[in-house]
Each structure stands twice: as C-alpha cells, then as structure tokens.
C-alpha cells in the first residue's frame, strides 16, 4: 500500500512531465475572422505598385533590381485590417523570378504567386495586370529565353 507521500510524488511529477510536454509543444493556429464582411479594407499594398513599377520597365533585369534591392535593403508592405505582410524586396523580386521561370503561363505563375504568399491572394485575385507581369518577367528568365530561341528541327 502506498502511502500519502507517494502519491503526492507521482502526481507531481506527472503534472511535472505533462506541463514540460505542453511548453515544447508549438501550435500555430490561423486568425479568424467573425464578421461577414467579404471585403477586405486594405490600408497599404506596395506590392501591387512594385507590380506597376516592374511594368512600366518593359524589361526586367532580375540581376541588377535584386543587386540593387539588397544595398537599399527595401521592404514591401502589405497591410489589412486581415493580414498584416511584411517581405524584402529582394524576396519577392526572387518568388517573381521564380515563378516566371517555373510556369508556362499566366495561370501557373498566378498559382505559384498564391502558394507563396497566401496573405496576398485576396489581392491576387483582384489584381489585373499579373498576366502582364508574368509576360514581362518570362522574357528575362532562363526558360523564358529558352523559348524564345528559334527551332532547329
């Protein structure tokens, strides 16, 4: 039979090991959202204006806007009254390129965009020149020139 004593040592170092187990354990757990507006009022969206920027070059040279977005060291912002993003320049020049070069149309690298940065894919979806931006960015990648390259057989 065990005595008192015993008891309040086993049920110590269980509570002991129970809350080590809890502490380690990381849960990361998404923001919901109780209200039924389905609109999103977005304060700041600088990556939808890089976007516009990238455009209006006509050309993009990965090399030199990523040299160059590393000595400015320049972040994009997004922020929403739902998400809050906040990445490097140089980051999203690099998910760009490499979405570019990964897909073989617009659809693809829209997909690729999405499964990168999912708090942007509400903004995804409404934004309209992604097409023009994946045109744009295809031409100055590895298989972008690729395929430019005229067909030997």
């Known amino acids: 039979m065990r005595t008192f004593a015993q008891y309040i040592k ?10 080590i187990s809890i ?20 304060y700041t969206n600088n990556f939808s204006d890089f976007n516009n920027d990238l455009i209006a070059e006509d050309i993009i040279s990965f090399r030199v806007a990523i040299k160059k977005a590393k000595q400015d060291n320049n972040h994009l912002l997004f922020l929403s009254e739902r998400s809050t993003l906040e990445i490097l ?18 659809k693809q690298f829209e997909s690729f965009l999405r499964d990168n940065l999912p708090e942007l894919i509400l903004q995804f979806k409404k934004d309209n020149n992604l097409e023009e931006l994946y045109i744009i960015s295809r031409k100055n990648t590895f298989n972008g020139r690729i395929d430019a390259l005229p067909s030997v057989l």
């Not at 086993?10 to 809350?19: A, E, G, N, V």
């Not at 209200?35 to 977005?42: D, H, L, P, T």
């Not at 999203?92 to 073989?104: C, H, V």
Request: net charge negative; aromatic share 6%.
């Open 10 to 19: 086993i049920s110590l170092s269980t509570l002991l090991l129970l809350s």
């Open 23 to 42: 502490s380690h354990a990381q849960v990361e757990l998404e923001t919901v959202y109780l209200n039924n507006n389905a609109e999103e009022f977005v």
């Open 89 to 106: 320049t140089t980051a999203y020049l690099k998910t760009i390129r490499k979405g570019a070069n990964r897909s073989t149309d617009a």
